[in-house]
């Protein structure tokens, strides 16, 4: 399996430094048994992966995973990284963007 990511540091004006977090853009094809070993396979305090959300006027949703396997809610360094993440690859964000964090209910 090929899986595109991206390795961001958030408050933080310089490479290696701040707070990193490890992103993984367009994961809904992957299977929700293996969300948690890729973030194990980062092994960042967190891995986020961006996928579409279930919640009506959302624009994507957020599941963040420690190494440890454990899902994670916040709407803190992890949104802020995948911003960051998009700017790096030169996609660009809508100016208002509404955003689900967390697992399914």
């Given amino acids: 399996m090929t899986v595109a990511f991206a390795l961001v540091d958030v408050f933080a004006d310089r490479p290696l430094a701040g707070n990193p977090l490890a992103v993984v853009p367009d994961a809904d094809r ?15 305090s967190e891995t986020t992966f961006v996928v579409a959300p279930t919640v009506a006027g959302a ?3 957020l599941r963040s995973f420690t190494p440890a396997g454990v899902e994670v809610y916040g709407a803190g360094h992890n949104a802020l ?20 964090t967390g697992a399914a209910a």
């Fill in 30 to 44: 992957i299977d929700e048994a293996v969300l948690p070993r890729i973030a194990a396979e980062f092994n960042q």
């Fill in 59 to 61: 624009d994507f949703r």
């Fill in 81 to 100: 990284g995948v911003g960051v993440a998009a700017l790096g690859a030169d996609k660009r964000l809508p100016v208002a963007q509404v955003v689900e």
